[in-house]
């Protein structure tokens, strides 16, 4: 299983606009590329925010917002055209872990050993501990769905799109 969590922009209610647009418009790529980029900073939004439209329940960790410790999840979020310009792709960076707050599930338990130092550091309680080794007794982590578009979002790409489609008829002498 890929580490990516893609959203696919191209999704049902947007094909019929988007078949029209490919009829109409000889280049999508600028369409598809502002549609990227709001859907990338919406997805960053949501980190932002706890979560949207519903906030996500609450990290265990004493301190900081939920999922974003390191910022890495929420920075890999970007996006991608297709070959052709016809589709764009939103995804997240390779980060293992990002199936997992995306959709929920269990982690099992394992041990954890130092790889590129010479302990692990910890803090349980407080106290902060240094180890070679530690036993994680597994945990289940909740559904914290961030790779979600929001209404004003799906408003606003088929506003990219009815304008490409217009900009386009004008190019070609059929609006004024």
Same mark, same amino acid.
């Given at each position: *299983?890929?580490?990516?969590?893609?959203?696919?922009?191209?999704?049902?209610?947007?094909?019929?606009?988007?078949?029209?647009?490919?009829?109409?418009?000889?280049? @999508?790529?600028?369409? *598809?590329?502002?549609?990227?980029?709001?859907?990338?900073?919406?997805?960053? $939004?949501?980190? !932002?925010?706890?979560?949207?439209?519903?906030?996500?329940?609450?990290?265990?960790?004493?301190?900081?917002?939920? @999922?974003?410790?390191?910022?890495?999840?929420?920075?890999?979020?970007?996006?991608?055209?297709?070959?052709?310009?016809?589709?764009?792709?939103?995804?997240?960076?390779? $980060?293992?872990?990002?199936?997992?707050? $995306?959709?929920?599930?269990?982690?099992?338990?394992?041990?954890?050993?130092?790889?590129?130092? !010479?302990? @692990? !550091?910890?803090?349980?309680?407080?106290?902060?501990?240094?180890?070679?080794?530690?036993?994680?007794? /597994?945990?289940?982590?909740?559904?914290?769905?961030?790779?979600?578009? $929001?209404?004003?979002?799906?408003?606003?790409?088929?506003?990219?799109?009815?304008?490409?489609?217009?900009?386009?008829?004008?190019?070609? /002498?059929?609006?004024?």
């Amino acid at each position: *299983m890929s580490n990516f969590i893609n959203a696919d922009v191209k999704i049902d209610k947007f094909n019929e606009i988007i078949d029209t647009a490919k009829r109409t418009a000889s280049d @999508l790529k600028p369409a *598809m590329a502002a549609i990227g980029n709001l859907v990338t900073k919406s997805v960053k $939004q949501n980190f !932002r925010e706890g979560g949207r439209p519903v906030r996500w329940p609450s990290s265990k960790k004493p301190k900081g917002k939920t @999922l974003v410790g390191t910022g890495a999840l929420m920075k890999g979020i970007h996006y991608e055209l297709d070959s052709d310009g016809n589709a764009v792709t939103v995804m997240t960076g390779p $980060q293992k872990y990002a199936h997992i707050h $995306q959709f929920g599930g269990s982690i099992p338990a394992h041990d954890i050993v130092a790889k590129n130092r !010479r302990a @692990l !550091r910890f803090t349980v309680g407080g106290t902060v501990f240094y180890r070679k080794s530690a036993h994680h007794p /597994g945990a289940n982590i909740p559904a914290r769905p961030y790779m979600l578009l $929001q209404e004003e979002d799906e408003t606003k790409i088929k506003d990219i799109l009815a304008n490409r489609i217009v900009d386009e008829m004008k190019k070609k /002498g059929g609006l004024k």
